[in-house]
């Protein structure tokens, strides 16, 4: 065979020989970022050389099919990069399992037969069992032998030209393969998209960061913000946090801010990855939120101050643009906002469009919101690679809450040690500062219970005041007797309700807010997801002490008044009305600690010693799970991806809910004409009228099951659309008791 195609398309023609050296180009640029270079140069060069194959190019005629290509590159790696041209086995083996995988998943070296040296070949199965290996026979593979050293495909590659894999422990040695996955399946997808589309390249790339100019914009911004604006304590502890965050350029590492609930925090964040990226040369902001319900309103404010094409919003719920999609698939965007899940989750994944944007992370500043967020069961997983993105990869971290974790309660990180710097000069000062201005008593209630009648006996004078419960049941119970009562307007806030019915209702609270009108929330912990809203006195269910933290940031916001918070234990079925064991566990360490001394919320050392009984008090609360430490242990990459999660969504359902009526009767009219199945734009156009639930069996006979088509024909998914209607109310949302009232949707 004369000449030898990578692609096809119409009469258009890509030889091998482009798209291997188009490919390297880009990969090589991405690996530079840590200092891999050459790295990602060799795996790219030798990822499709399976293409030089007969069994190939029959597939490129559509003339076969059912071949895997990808395995050869790493046979062939593997065959001659004992020849003096790598120093470091364990890189090599790397540098196959990347190449070998790049069309399936990213699974470790386990399935190979390795030999002890480079002396003998490695016996190589195909990734997919029901493919074949493209190779033929002995003659294809002494033709790609003599493609590879005519066209300089193998290159050499010297110590300190790779990150120093020897001296790393399994999880950065893992992390470091998956980054070089990344930047070979990233360039891969590119250069391909690019011989499809000549402009694909520019319109995935997009503006840089230009870190001072930002700077200027946002201090302009806040200029303007707060021109009119009056001096009180509260706005001098914004502009406080403000200047140590902006004041904190350093070197690449791990940083926290510790700042109360209310303080700026939204600007300050940004102020302190404009300065790093101005000192340190980074060229990529990530600000991560844990919540969905914040996403929006956080992106909004930093288009307000950079504009449209600078932020990238990136999260379940987006509706994205042709040009935005493409930033998403890539995080190639200058600054971008998304979620802890969909962050997180990426630095462990194994599928290649799943990985994909990975290497962004390298040469990036990371600042993430809420820290507390993180849970216990995946803490030492994540923080080794935070402190290993910031020693190996020139990124800067920052953790931010009002509850900052101690992690060196923690056994596993305490060996490391993990070590991280506080930006917030005067911490406690801080702190002092703000319980002064903030001027809110709180009362634990620890010698009794309460029931639904004595709460509401016990504010029955106040104009305004937040309840917050542990359990939608309970929440909902309060909000009936209240509304019942009909003494007052009352609100709810729940899971229960779909996400745009949620912004609705804080739409309408904030207008009742500026009228001064009497009005109570009712609320689960949903509140805490950092709803802006600003109660003079409230009481919360006694819960997780950073969750007690973050109820108190919506009493007396900013100070107007002298404010009242009153913690209560439930008369509740010996204290079974909680969301889960861990989340019981927690509330008691915070009920135990109010029983033993007088806790004041602001006081810093309260916060260490919480973390200190969660971390060491038990094993759910001191230890990563036990799937996530022997994937580790055993390098085992799909294991790993599996096993981590922030969030346990296997036992969810999703239902589509009728809370705004014509997009659901146009999701529906689809679905009808789908024959029932969903497609990825529907699941997108219906994300703010769904509600995550475990249904009970009998609620899915008042709901259609919705389906999914595959290669093998269409499968049940875990989404529903909702039939009787008389299950979504008004005011409650979703519900599951049989006894609700009349159909208000019909």
């Known amino acids: 065979m004369s000449e030898y195609f990578a692609h096809t398309s119409g009469d258009k023609r890509e030889t091998l020989l482009e798209h291997l050296y188009k490919t390297a180009e880009l990969a090589e640029a991405f690996a530079k970022e840590f200092d891999s270079a050459p790295v990602g140069r060799q795996i790219a060069l030798l990822h499709d050389i399976g293409k030089h194959t007969r069994y190939f190019q029959e597939v490129l005629k559509r003339e076969r099919s059912g071949i895997d290509h990808a395995i050869v590159g790493a046979e062939v790696y593997f065959a001659l990069c004992g020849e003096g041209y790598i120093p470091n086995k364990k890189l090599a083996l790397t540098i196959c399992m990347c190449i070998a995988c790049h069309h399936s998943v990213l699974h470790g070296m386990k399935r190979y037969l390795i030999p002890a040296d480079f002396n003998s070949s490695m016996q190589i199965m195909t990734d997919d069992g029901q493919k074949i290996n493209a190779l033929s026979n002995i003659e294809e593979w002494k033709q790609i032998l003599s493609f590879v050293q005519k066209n300089e495909l193998l290159i050499k590659i010297n110590k300190g030209e790779y990150?120093?894999?020897?001296?790393?422990?399994?999880?950065?040695?893992?992390?470091?393969?998956?980054?070089?996955?990344?930047?070979?399946?990233?360039?891969?997808?590119?250069?391909?998209?690019?011989?499809?589309?000549?402009?694909?390249?520019?319109?995935?790339?997009?503006?840089?960061?230009?870190?001072?100019?930002?700077?200027?914009?946002?201090?302009?911004?806040?200029?303007?913000a707060f021109l009119n604006s009056r001096p009180s304590p509260m706005n001098r502890l914004r502009e406080a946090v403000f200047h140590d965050a902006e004041a904190s350029a350093g070197p690449p590492d791990v940083y926290t801010m510790t700042a109360p609930t209310g303080t700026?925090?939204?600007?300050?964040?940004?102020?302190?990855?404009?300065?790093?990226?101005?000192?340190?040369?980074?060229?990529?902001?990530?600000?991560?939120?844990?919540?969905?319900?914040?996403?929006?309103?956080?992106?909004?404010?930093?288009?307000?101050?950079?504009?449209?094409?600078?932020?990238?919003?990136?999260?379940?719920?987006?509706?994205?643009?042709?040009?935005?999609?493409?930033?998403?698939?890539?995080?190639?965007?200058?600054?971008?906002?998304?979620?802890?899940?969909?962050?997180?989750?990426?630095?462990?994944?194994?599928?290649?469009?799943?990985v994909r944007?990975?290497?962004?992370?390298?040469?990036?500043?990371?600042?993430?919101?809420?820290?507390?967020?993180?849970?216990?069961?995946?803490?030492?997983?994540?923080?080794?690679?935070?402190?290993?993105?910031?020693?190996?990869?020139?990124?800067?971290?920052?953790?931010?809450?009002?509850?900052?974790?101690?992690?060196?309660?923690?056994?596993?990180?305490?060996?490391?040690?993990?070590?991280?710097?506080?930006?917030?000069?005067n911490r406690d000062e801080l702190f002092r500062s703000y319980d002064k201005a903030k001027n809110t008593a709180v009362t634990f209630s620890t010698d009794c219970t309460w029931t639904f009648e004595a709460l509401k006996e016990h504010y029955k004078d106040e104009l305004q005041t937040l309840f917050v419960f542990n359990t939608v049941k309970k929440a909902a119970t309060m909000y009936q007797a209240v509304k019942s009562s009909g003494s007052r307007e009352v609100f709810y806030l729940s899971s229960a309700l779909c996400p745009q019915h949620r912004l609705d209702m804080l739409e309408t609270l904030r207008r009742k807010f500026y009228e001064k009108a009497p009005v109570w929330l009712i609320s689960t912990q949903c509140i805490e997801?950092?709803?802006?809203?600003?109660?003079?006195?409230?009481?919360?269910?006694?819960?997780?002490?950073?969750?007690?933290?973050?109820?108190?940031?919506?009493?007396?916001?900013?100070?107007?008044?002298?404010?009242?918070?009153?913690?209560?234990?439930?008369?509740?079925?010996?204290?079974?009305?909680?969301?889960?064991?861990?989340?019981?566990?927690?509330?008691?360490?915070?009920?135990?600690?109010?029983?033993?001394?007088?806790?004041?919320?602001?006081?810093?050392?309260?916060?260490?010693?919480?973390?200190?009984?969660?971390?060491?008090?038990?094993?759910?609360?001191?230890?990563?799970?036990?799937?996530?430490?022997?994937?580790?242990?055993?390098?085992?990459?799909?294991?790993?991806?599996?096993?981590?999660?922030?969030?346990?969504?296997?036992?969810?359902?999703?239902?589509?809910?009728?809370?705004?009526?014509?997009?659901?009767?146009?999701?529906?009219?689809?679905?009808?004409?789908?024959?029932?199945?969903?497609?990825?734009?529907?699941?997108?156009?219906?994300?703010?009228?769904?509600?995550?639930?475990?249904?009970?069996?009998?609620?899915?006979?008042?709901?259609?099951q919705l389906r999914i088509k595959t290669r093998q024909g269409s499968e049940l998914t875990n989404w529903y659309m909702l039939e009787d209607h008389s299950r979504y109310l008004p005011d409650l949302g979703f519900s599951q008791e049989l006894e609700i009232g009349p159909a208000l949707f019909v």
């Open 357 to 425: 944007r990975l290497h962004q992370v390298a040469n990036a500043v990371i600042v993430f919101d809420e820290a507390q967020t993180l849970p216990p069961g995946v803490t030492d997983a994540t923080m080794e690679i935070m402190q290993e993105l910031a020693h190996n990869y020139n990124t800067t971290i920052l953790f931010s809450t009002a509850t900052q974790p101690n992690y060196g309660y923690r056994k596993y990180l305490a060996k490391l040690p993990f070590e991280s710097t506080e930006i917030i000069r």
């Open 163 to 224: 990150l120093d894999i020897k001296s790393m422990n399994r999880a950065a040695r893992m992390f470091y393969a998956r980054m070089l996955f990344s930047c070979l399946v990233d360039a891969d997808y590119t250069a391909t998209a690019s011989f499809e589309d000549p402009q694909y390249l520019c319109d995935s790339d997009g503006a840089s960061l230009d870190p001072e100019r930002r700077m200027s914009e946002l201090k302009a911004y806040r200029s303007k």
């Open 529 to 704: 997801a950092g709803v802006d809203v600003d109660f003079p006195c409230g009481a919360r269910e006694i819960a997780p002490y950073t969750s007690i933290v973050q109820t108190a940031g919506r009493i007396n916001r900013n100070g107007r008044a002298d404010g009242r918070m009153l913690i209560f234990q439930m008369d509740d079925d010996e204290g079974r009305g909680f969301p889960g064991t861990d989340y019981k566990n927690e509330a008691m360490i915070s009920l135990s600690m109010a029983k033993k001394r007088t806790i004041n919320l602001n006081e810093p050392e309260n916060v260490d010693e919480y973390y200190r009984q969660l971390f060491t008090g038990s094993s759910s609360g001191e230890e990563d799970e036990k799937e996530i430490t022997k994937a580790i242990e055993e390098e085992d990459y799909e294991a790993l991806s599996d096993a981590y999660r922030l969030i346990e969504q296997r036992n969810q359902d999703i239902v589509i809910v009728p809370y705004l009526r014509d997009l659901y009767d146009e999701i529906r009219q689809e679905l009808e004409e789908q024959d029932w199945c969903l497609t990825k734009s529907m699941m997108k156009a219906a994300q703010s009228i769904t509600v995550s639930v475990k249904l009970k069996e009998e609620m899915k006979l008042c709901c259609r």
């Open 264 to 354: 700026g925090k939204t600007l300050a964040l940004i102020a302190f990855a404009l300065s790093h990226a101005i000192e340190n040369k980074q060229n990529r902001i990530f600000i991560i939120l844990p919540f969905l319900s914040i996403i929006t309103q956080n992106a909004e404010i930093y288009r307000r101050i950079f504009g449209e094409d600078v932020v990238l919003e990136d999260d379940s719920q987006t509706v994205y643009t042709e040009k935005t999609r493409l930033l998403s698939d890539r995080w190639s965007a200058p600054i971008i906002v998304t979620t802890s899940v969909r962050f997180f989750e990426t630095l462990f994944r194994v599928r290649p469009t799943d």
